[in-house]
């Protein structure tokens, strides 16, 4: 079992494992810092913890990390699997005879400081204004807690948080999850409801908060750790909260108010637009002695890894092995904002690979584009799989077109309701055409044994 239970040790397990850098240079938190991760994030470097920041008056001196879950060996670092078993892992965490209950503790990390009233000021937190065009600063790697109003489930996802004054936010709901659902019954009964959110957390709270999931992700958090996560109730909601939470803000969703919040760096690679969305109320800012702020860099690594590629690679595995047993493994790869899958195939007929890119179309909707190579191409480096793309595609016959489907209506090569044409490729090798022998390889070195004094 993994020896991860809050941020804090997360990231003490990265940097016994090379993947963290201490930015001790002093940056600025509009652009500059977001900047330097999407740098890190995209170059494969480690996650950053930045320590020392560009003058600004009022606002609390935290140090702020970002990029913990951004890549595949990190996120194995977080499941404490090996890379190659990451899908599998999440695989099994997501089948509901793995839930496991939270422990209610009667005091939480968070309670050592504790702002209340007209203590609360929403401005003196470190929220970074990541990208250029983004229209403020935004919490974007809170884990947002609710409870049905009804008496059922409890809830954790990722809303976006648009700082609008010093005790307000404008809190972005899309239509289909489960916080808008709840919004609405408490809204139908002219109430507020109350919500959390916990900011520099387990990163098996990140993930789980990342997925779509028929019971209580706080329970998918347990099944992930192993173990049920601490949680405390709250100080002004009546909710349970992570205990080992870095920053908790309690509030509460105002019935019928709505603000203009955005614009935003998004997934699919562009700005997100302007939105009407409901307004939340602040009651409480909470923090650990010495906090450390968490953000996800939008429209980047992270975030694709976790609204797309960690929730729903065990859902295409599991379609796409039904298709075919043959399937070893896939991958949606990050710099595809979630609109392709790579399937690894260890082919015995030649209609496999068109089979299982039908069944990736058809269980996810997001999957637009869905390549298929065989066992010798690492699915996880995209040199290697932009090899077998130009080695063994002929792009006159291994490639097909499923015009008039439906996609994702945030995908901007779709149209506004999502209908686009999807596509297949073939980039196994056998096709009964020239046999070229053996791939080139050479065994990896360690460089550090040849370079340098």
């Keep these: 079992m993994s020896g ?11 940097e016994a494992a090379g993947q963290l850098a201490r930015i001790r240079r002093p940056v600025s ?42 890549h595949q060996t990190r996120v194995a670092l977080a499941l404490g699997c090996p890379p190659e078993a990451v899908t599998a892992a999440m695989g099994r965490a997501l ?30 937190l470190p929220i970074p204004i990541h990208a250029q065009n983004d229209g403020g600063p935004f919490i974007t790697a809170g884990v947002v807690i609710s409870h049905d109003p009804d008496g059922g ?4 996802s990722y809303n976006r948080l648009q700082v609008l004054g ?19 019954k408490a809204e139908g009964h002219n109430q507020p409801l109350p919500v ?59 019935p019928g108010a709505r603000a203009d919040e955005g614009p935003l760096a998004e997934f699919h690679g562009y700005y997100g637009e302007l939105w009407h969305s409901p307004v939340l109320e602040v009651t409480a800012v909470s923090f650990r002695h010495a906090p450390i702020f968490q953000t996800t860099i939008p429209g980047w690594t992270e975030h694709i890894y976790l609204g797309n590629v960690l929730p729903r690679e065990p859902l295409l595995l599991r379609f796409v092995r039904h298709a075919s047993p043959n399937v070893k493994a896939l991958h949606i790869p990050p710099y595809g904002n979630g609109f392709m899958v790579i399937i690894q195939l260890d ?11 039908l069944a990736a179309f058809t269980a996810h909707v997001n999957i637009r584009i869905c390549l298929v190579v065989d066992p010798d191409v690492n699915i996880y480096d995209p040199a290697d799989v932009q090899w077998a793309m130009v080695s063994r595609v002929d792009w006159g016959r291994d490639v097909f077109m499923v015009p008039g489907a439906q996609g994702h209506e945030m995908d901007p090569a779709n149209d ?13 090798f056998d096709k009964g055409r020239r046999e070229y022998g053996e791939r080139v390889r050479y065994h990896p070195v360690d460089l550090s044994q040849y370079l340098g004094s």
């Design 153 to 156: 489930r409890g809830n954790l």
């Design 347 to 357: 082919k015995r007929n030649p209609g496999e690979p068109r089979n299982v890119a």
């Design 196 to 254: 959390a959110v916990a900011i520099g957390v387990d990163p098996a709270l990140m993930i789980a908060a990342g997925c779509k999931y028929d019971g209580d992700e706080m329970e998918l958090a347990g099944a992930i750790r192993g173990q049920g996560i601490a949680v405390a109730r709250g100080v002004t909601v009546p909710l349970l909260i992570p205990a080992e939470a870095e920053i908790v803000i309690e509030g509460r969703l105002l």
């Design 95 to 124: 089948d509901p005879a793995a839930a496991l209950p939270p422990r209610v503790v009667e005091r939480a990390e968070w309670q050592d400081n504790v702002l209340l009233g007209e203590a609360i000021d929403l401005r003196k």
């Design 166 to 184: 010093p005790r307000t936010f404008g809190c972005n709901i899309n239509e289909w999850r489960d916080l808008r659902r709840f919004l609405a």
């Design 29 to 70: 938190r509009t652009h500059e810092l977001a900047d330097v991760a999407a740098a890190l994030e995209r170059s494969g470097g480690p996650a950053p913890l930045f320590s020392a920041f560009a003058p600004a008056a009022d606002v609390f001196d935290w140090p702020i990390f970002s990029s913990g879950l951004a």
């Design 4 to 14: 991860i239970h809050d941020l804090r040790s997360f990231i003490a397990t990265l």
């Design 416 to 428: 506004a309701r999502g209908i686009g044409t999807k596509l297949g490729i073939d980039a196994t």
